[in-house]
Structure formats: structure tokens, C-alpha cells
């Protein structure tokens, strides 16, 4: 894939199922809000991913500021509800990507990148060229262009998609974003179609494949049985990270459903679902066991501590 076809795409952008059609290099934003430039919050080693990514030494998380879903109850609000963050160039880009390795980092995994993938995808090429050669981790929302995502064929190796959304009055309601279910699943079908079902580990962290993400809410069982349903028709094989820890946002602490944390017994109905549905790579976590903060403090949701 030639990285200008890419670039062409913010001229008219269609990066993600919004398709909102307008000229990001001249200034026009969209549902995201986003120029057609990079805006980063932070970048850092995580300790808190599913630990084939994590490993040792830590994910190279890379934050990105926006997103183009806009959940009401967003873990990470914080820095996806909004648009503030450090412009970067493409090589300043390259070179944090860069860093990451240098500083025994695992993979380099942009976070939300849909909106900006373009530009992201350049730097990579960069870093590279100079010398990058941890694997590239896809963290995004599920809410992708599928036509999109045939584009980054032979540039990602490991895709970790949400998917969030298995009933569209859900995704409606709570993300406003109409077709979600069958643009997550056609997305994730042809993440399937390029890195295989499964996860490669070498040397004990991840190197290829894909982990699809769902986080269980309260009392919106309903929605995670059919995402799971959903993803069964591609593959069983897939690894499923089932997360358990969401938590009321000030946006939905008065929310009758949203309210309100995840109980046990809700989340192991859950993994009792995915199970009997015939998935066995499932990465799970205790209920109410860390708390979130903004800057991922060190208890690790999934059991490693920090
Ligand atoms: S990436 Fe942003 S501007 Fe482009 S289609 Fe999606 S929401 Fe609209």
C-alpha cells in the first residue's frame, strides 16, 4: 500500500463508518474533530495490556488524543473526549515510536488510531526504515472502515479491535454509532483475513495475530452475548480479552444502567457464555479489582502488578 493513497483519504475522509467527507488538509473537521495532523496525549511503556502484550518491559502505548466513537461512559475520556494534545510532525512521530523500542518496549501500539492512521502509518514506515522492528499493535475502537482496514494489509501485526457494540440500539444510544455491529464485524473479519485467528508468541510475548477486546457493562448482557454470538461466525479460535472493569464516569454516575459497577456475577455469566459458545482463548480479569485512573496507575487489570 502506497502511504499516499492513505494520505489522500483525509481530503475526503472516509477513515472510519462516519464518512464525513471533508478536507482535512484544508482545515475542515469532522465528528472527530481532528486536522489532518497528529495529536498525541502521552506515549509510555504500559504494564496493564493482556500480558503477551505487556510482556516484561511493557506495551509502547502511544495515546491519541480523540476518537471517532463517542461513548458516553468512555474509559479513557479523559483523553479521547477531546482534541487537546501535542502536534507532532511524522518524524517526531518516528522517533517517539523509536523510543518506545529503545526503551525495551514490546510493540508499539497506537492507541485509537483510526481517525489518524494515515499519518500514523507514515511514521512507521520512517521508523522503520531507521530501524523499528518490534511488532505494530492496531488498538482501535472497532468502529472502522473495512475497506480501510484492506488497506493496511501487510503493515499491521497484530490487530486488537474492541468490539463493543453486537446491538445497534446500544451502539446508538450509548455511541451514537449507527452500524457499528456490522462494521466492527466485516472489520474484524478481514483482521482475521490477514493475521490469522489466533495470537504468535515468540519468546513469550505476542508477534502476530489478533485479541479482540469486549468490555462487559452493567446490565447490558444482552449486547455481550450478541457480540459474542457475532464473533463466533468468524471463528472461535479468536482470542477474546473479556474486561470486567468498567466503571461509572462523572458523565453516567446517575445513569439507571451505566450507574453502576460490573458484578461477579454478571461477568462470569459471561465467561460462562463465551465458553459454551466454544471460545477457549479468553483473557479474563477479576471483577473489582483495580480501580481506573487516568494516568493507568500500577495495579494491572489483568493480575500482574507493576
Ligand atoms: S475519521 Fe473523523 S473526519 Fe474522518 S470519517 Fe471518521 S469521524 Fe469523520
Known amino acids: 500500500m502506497l502511504i499516499q493513497e492513505l494520505l489522500d483519504i483525509y481530503t475526503a475522509c472516509t477513515l472510519c463508518p462516519r464518512a464525513c467527507g471533508v478536507d482535512r488538509t ?21 504494564h496493564g495490556e493482556e500480558p503477551p502484550l505487556s510482556g516484561t518491559c511493557g506495551a509502547g502505548t502511544i495515546f491519541l488524543s480523540s476518537c471517532n466513537l463517542g461513548c458516553v ?25 523509536l523510543d518506545l523500542q529503545k526503551t525495551g518496549c514490546h510493540n508499539i501500539e497506537p492507541v485509537t488510531p483510526t481517525p489518524q492512521m494515515p499519518l500514523i502509518m ?8 531507521q530501524g523499528l522492528t518490534v511488532p505494530l499493535v492496531y488498538n482501535c475502537g472497532g468502529y472502522e472502515n473495512p475497506d480501510v482496514v484492506r488497506m493496511l494489509d501487510g503493515m499491521v501485526d497484530i490487530y486488537l479491535p474492541d468490539f463493543k457494540y453486537g446491538l445497534e440500539e446500544d451502539a446508538v444510544l450509548f455511541a451514537d454509532a449507527p452500524g457499528y455491529p456490522r462494521f466492527a464485524l466485516e472489520s474484524i473479519r478481514e483482521m482475521v483475513h490477514q493475521v ?19 468490555l462487559v457493562m ?3 448482557l444482552d449486547n455481550s452475548r450478541e457480540v459474542l454470538r457475532m464473533l463466533k461466525d468468524i471463528s472461535t479460535n479468536i482470542p477474546v480479552s473479556l474486561m470486567s472493569q468498567y466503571t461509572p464516569t462523572p ?13 461477579s456475577a454478571e461477568y462470569q455469566s459471561m465467561v460462562d457464555f463465551a465458553l459454551d459458545l466454544g471460545f ?7 471483577v473489582n479489582t483495580f480501580e481506573l485512573t487516568p494516568d493507568f496507575g500500577s495495579d494491572d487489570p489483568f493480575g500482574n502488578k507493576t
Open 122 to 129: 507514515e511514521a512507521l514506515c520512517m521508523a522503520r526504515a
Open 73 to 97: 461512559f468512555c474509559q479513557n475520556y479523559q483523553i479521547s473526549h477531546g482534541t487537546r494534545g501535542r502536534s507532532l510532525s511524522v518524524l517526531q512521530l518516528a522517533r517517539v515510536m
Open 218 to 220: 452493567p446490565g447490558r
Open 251 to 263: 458523565k453516567v454516575k446517575s445513569h439507571p444502567q451505566l450507574g453502576r459497577r460490573l458484578t
Open 196 to 214: 490469522g485467528d489466533d495470537l504468535k508468541i515468540e519468546n513469550g510475548v505476542a508477534s502476530g495475530g489478533i485479541i479482540v477486546r469486549h
Open 26 to 46: 484544508k482545515g475542515e473537521t469532522g465528528y472527530c474533530r481532528l486536522p489532518a495532523d497528529i495529536v498525541m496525549d502521552c506515549a509510555l511503556a504500559h
Open 280 to 286: 477457549e482463548n479468553l483473557f479474563i480479569q477479576e
